[in-house]
């Protein structure tokens, strides 16, 4: 119950196109679902995060989508650029406020 | 920009030694957390740290792992005896206080530790 599974494992976009990775959990405590960024060699960066009190949040080209009674979140970047190549981690958490995180998908965008 | 370090970047040790991997984290956090990545795999949590104490530690932090606050601003991880299955990159991170930013980790760029 503690699990967030994420896919795809790797994605492939051409620049300028949208790229969209899923997650799903099933732990109904879970309230804060962070995005974070890793480049290679680097620590994760939070990138965007929600909570499930809105269905939306978007800041700059990165969107997250929220459907809270499916409980699904997604992450969706748009105009995909060859510097947002980097492996992207869904997490989730609840009152213990420690990250539970998706395995991780491989972003490449082609120029 | 406030940052937390780590060192070494690297760190090569034989099996059954002793392993320190050294963090400082965001000097006004109150928060400070141990994770570790296999490599290829997800983000895996290890211990919380708050007030000196441990606040919460997973299943993979058994009697051969110990965290240490010496200082004012070190925060570190000790595996007594390492096995091969260590190897992997450990990520310091720290979080500040309140509901927003105790959610809000900012990592470390991790020691890479080779068990060999």
């Known amino acids: 119950q503690q699990q967030v599974k994420q896919s795809p494992q790797s994605l492939i976009v051409q620049k300028g196109g949208i790229s969209i990775i899923n997650c799903a959990y099933e732990?109904?405590?879970?309230?804060?679902f962070p995005w974070y960024q890793q480049f290679p060699g680097k620590g994760p960066a939070l990138l965007i995060a929600?909570?499930?009190?809105?269905s939306e949040k978007k800041e700059g080209r990165f969107t997250i989508s929220f459907n809270k009674s499916a409980k699904q979140f997604s992450l969706h970047i748009m105009d995909s650029q060859p510097g947002d190549s980097a492996t992207y981690f869904c997490?989730?958490?609840?009152?213990?406020?420690?990250?539970?995180f998706g395995r991780g998908t491989s972003l490449i965008v082609h120029p | 920009e406030p940052e937390v370090t780590q060192t070494p970047s690297h760190q090569v040790t034989q099996m059954g030694q002793e392993v320190i991997l050294r963090c400082v984290p965001i000097?006004?956090?109150?928060?400070f957390y141990w994770y570790r990545q296999i490599l290829g795999q997800k983000v895996e949590f290890l211990v919380s740290?708050?007030?000196?104490?441990?606040?919460?530690k997973s299943e993979i932090f058994d009697d051969q792992f110990s965290v240490e606050r010496p200082d004012g601003s070190n925060f570190t991880l000790k595996i007594r005896s390492t096995k091969l299955e260590d190897s992997a990159m450990y990520f310091c991170?720290?979080?500040?206080?309140?509901?927003?930013?105790?959610?809000?980790?900012?990592f470390g760029p991790g020691t890479r530790l080779t068990v060999l």
């Open positions: 740290f708050y007030n000196n104490e441990i606040s919460e």
């Open positions: 929600i909570r499930p009190d809105v």
């Open positions: 732990n109904t405590a879970f309230d804060y």
């Open positions: 000097s006004n956090h109150l928060y």
């Open positions: 997490a989730a958490s609840g009152g213990s406020y420690i990250p539970t």
């Open positions: 991170a720290s979080s500040g206080g309140g509901v927003v930013s105790y959610n809000e980790q900012f």
